[in-house]
């Protein structure tokens, strides 16, 4: 008996953390500067600790260019939305997107950035 009910939350477990993990279609706004990568869709979810590696990395900074290394964009990114924990820095955020593909990819203007 023990051994069905383990089992059962087990599979539980595995499911939900997969749910959360599923690759998704992004689009919004992330303001990266000192110890801050923040992403908010452009319905208004977030935000979110956003992270990426290697080649989606420098994808995601190239419309900085010179003005960079931070600054404010508008992505179109697919990723996997975290579970719900505490990201980035201090644990501030309470869930993190990883891009695995940038889409699109331009920097915002001094009027955009500061639009609600």
Request: charge should be positive; glycine fraction near 12%; proline fraction near 4%.
């Amino acid at each position: 008996m023990r051994r069905v009910v383990f089992t059962s939350l087990l599979c539980l477990a595995l499911a939900g953390s997969a749910s959360a993990s599923t690759m998704q279609r992004f689009s919004g706004a992330w303001d990266w500067r000192f110890e801050t990568s923040a992403f908010t869709t452009d319905g208004g979810e977030g935000p979110y600790w956003l992270v990426g590696e290697g080649r989606v990395w420098e994808q995601l900074n190239a419309p900085f260019g010179d003005r960079g290394p931070w600054g404010r964009a508008h992505i179109v990114v697919e990723g996997t939305l975290s579970a719900p924990g505490q990201y980035g820095h201090l644990g501030a955020y309470s869930r993190q997107l990883r891009v695995t593909r940038v889409i699109e990819a331009r920097a915002l203007s001094t009027r955009e950035s500061s639009a609600p």
